[in-house]
Structure formats: structure tokens, C-alpha cells
């Protein structure tokens, strides 16, 4: 247990010196544009980044219990922008991905990954090509690409929410569909099935009003006579972007070069990937002969979470850097898609000369997993206090069984310093909760609540050998 603050202090270490800047490099990248439109733009890009700052702060304590209703309405949200708006484009890419995997794969921070891309650092996610082949010519590689749609078809999860019922889709209340003779913890269980059914028919409802307005804004500029779209591409940027596409050797699918580069080993992998690459839940470490003990009887400061590995070379902190085309800065914070000209028709090349060696994680240029899912170390500490509190009340319902048996003399010292004043009892939570309502301060650290449970473990420990002293003699 000795070592295990210090871990903790080591990894929020590591977090800090990562912070990211996810405005600095904004304002001065604008330079160049006209008036009204960099208005607009700057406008759009205050938009989205706006949206990210709301969500910070509305939950300023991120270890405040949340209700069943904001977890749903934070869930609805993030679906919502996982939605690409072709409208919203970067470089020819998107802010959102084209794939349909389920919700839990990419649970990231939208808005931190949205940041990402319009400050360039991370590739956008590019509609996939499923297949390349360089003999195409110019012409059928636009055709090609004015074929893609804005998302994949959904392959996942499909008999999951068979025969769940669904309600009116327009409504956000959906209580009536819970049947209330049922237990309330069956209650809860019907209540989370209706709702994930609910929002997996939306994601899919929206996902396709947004490929029918692509298609219909396409259709619509191949009119003769029509006033060119100024969201959609210029058949210069399709080609270009296109011609030599990479293969991403994790999906298989063609993406636009530049593509993101493993910081460690330098290989390439696309954005929808890399969003893909998480933590794994916190856990027990496997060699530990805890194993086999039950769950409250393990030490909660041994629970773990190491970061992600490359895929690659397994390098521990996996990160990519992502060297744009400055050249071609279209979309947000760039010119219109459909005003782009190519140069010269030898693309492809990154201003800046590709990276040859590996970058620390800490490098100001990259990217790491962990900072896609910057909420990592509550979710650990959740789960560790989670434990902590069950560990808690099972040494206390042990004790005060020791105390209550026959024959055996109740000790008042016992009775009035320990229980009692464990942190996680709920009346000592209730006499020291804050304004909040949390347990904990906003501005606790993970290490100063770290400090605290071992404190309590310690208290709890020593009360166990008291008691136990007391009644061998
Ligand atoms: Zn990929
Ligand atoms: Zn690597």
C-alpha cells in the first residue's frame, strides 16, 4: 500500500506537464482571412469550442454523483457530437467520425478531440476509402469520392434492442415505458435498456438526416446553373487529398496523407483508431493473490489503470503527432472547400520536414491517448473510494457483530472512535458533506483524497486489532 500515493503523485504529475493548450494556438492562426468571413468562421469554431467549456463547467466537481437523468442527458450529448456535419470541415476532413461503433468504443472527450483538429494537431477523420488503386484517373477518383457518404452503416448491435420498446422519440420523458410492478433494481435495469434502444434509434436517425442533406447539397451544385456550395469540396481538393492515399494498418481502410504518426515508432494510424485506444478499466493487478479474496476485502489503493500501449511496438503512453499541409488549410479556420486550387500537382508533401525520430510523451507536439479521455484518474479514484466504502461498511457490520454477541463486553471506546468516524460512514459523510453535496472538496486533489482513505484503512485496521485484543482476553 506504501507505494501506492506515490504512484498517484507521479501520474498527476505527468498529467500536468501534458495540459493541453486547446485555445492558445487558435487566434493567431486566422491571420489572412477577410474580415466577414473570419468573423464567421471564428464565430462557428467559438461554437464548438464554447460547447466544450459549458460541459466543464456544469460539472465543476467531477466526483459529485451524478443522477440517473444527467447521465442520460451527458450520454445524449456526446452521441450528438458524434455526428459529422459536413458543414463543419477541416482540410477536407471532419470533426466526427464516419464509423458507427458503438458508444462505448468512442466514449472520448468530444470536445477535446474536436479542439484537437481545428488547432491541426490531430489528423480529422477523413471518410475512408475501402479500396485505392493508382491507376485510377483523376476523373474516377472524384467520382469515387463525390460517392462517399458522411457515415458507415451501422454493423453493431443491431438484435440488441430487438422488441425493446422505444416510446415517442420526440419526447425526453420516457417513464411511462417502465413497468412499475417490477423490483426497483429490474426497474433500473428496463430503464437503461429502453433508454441505450432510444438513443441508438437517434444516433441512427440523425446520423441519416445528416448523409440525406450531404447527398441533397451534392445533387443540388451538379444543377446547371447552380451557385456553387461553398461546404462542398472543390473536385482540386478530392483529388488531392485522395491521390496516394495511406492505408491505415489497423483498419485497413485508405485515408488523406498527412495521417497521424506514432510518436514511438513513427506509424501511421487514422484518427478513427486512435480514438479507439483507451485505458483499460481499472482493475487488479492479475499477478496480486488477491484473486480469489472477495471484492470488499481487497486493498482499493492496488486498483490500477496503466496507460495504453502502441499497438505497434507496445511503447508504454501511447501518443501520434500529426503534421498538416499548411498549404492546404481549408474549412474552419481555412478557406472555403470549394475555393481550394491545387498549387501543383506534386501534393501530398508536409511543409515541414516528416518527423524521423520518437518524440517523449510529454512533447509539446503530441497527442496522448490519455488526453483524449482526460477524466482517466476520476474514474479510477471513483472506483477506489467506491471500494474503499464497501470495505468500510463491511469491517464496520464485522464489528459491530463482535460488539452485539453474547458474552462479550461492549467497549465504549470502540463504539464512539471507530465506526463512527470512518469517512465513508454515512453519517460522518452526512455531518462533513459539503455545499456540494459531494464528500469531497472541488478542489480536493486525487492525492489529498488518496491521503484520506489510507487514513481511514489505517483507523479501521487498528480498531480491528483493538477489538480483536479485547475480546481474546
Ligand atoms: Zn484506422
Ligand atoms: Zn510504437
Known sequence: MGNVPGKLENENAVRSNRSMSTSAALPHRTN?????????????????????RCSESSDLNPYKRKSTKDKERLKERHVKQLIVKHGESVDGGFLAPYGSSSIEKVD???GVVKSLILERRLAPFYTPLQDYDESWSHQELVKIV??????APFSEDVEAFEGVPLGDLSQSDFDDLIDKSLSRREQRRMRSMIFNARLYRKRLLWQERENEKFLESKLEAKKP???????????DLKFELYYKGVECPICFLYYPQPINMSRCCLQPICSECFV???RAEPHFPHDQDEDHKEEEEKDPNLLTSEPTNCPYCATSDYGITYDPVLTRKVGLQGIKPFSYVSGNLEPVESSEPARRRSLAATDRLVVTSDSLRPDWQVKLNKERM?????????TAIHLSNQLVTPGHQASSNLQTHTVPSSNYHPEFAA????????LWPSN????????????QAIKLSLAESKAAKKSSR
Open 146 to 151: 463525390d460517392g462517399l457518404p458522411l457515415h
Open 276 to 278: 479507439q485506444i483507451k
Open 444 to 455: 480536493a486533489t486525487a492525492a489529498e483524497i488518496e491521503n484520506q482513505m489510507v487514513e
Open 431 to 438: 455531518a462533513h458533506a459539503h455545499d456540494n453535496g459531494s
Open 386 to 394: 467506491r471500494l474503499a466504502r464497501r470495505s468500510a461498511n463491511a
Open 225 to 235: 446553373g447552380a451557385r456553387s456550395n461553398p461546404c462542398l469540396p472543390s473536385d
Open 32 to 52: 489572412g482571412m477577410n474580415g466577414a468571413r473570419k468573423a464567421r468562421t471564428s464565430s462557428m469554431v467559438g461554437t464548438i469550442l464554447n460547447s466544450r
Open 108 to 110: 472520448y472527450d468530444a
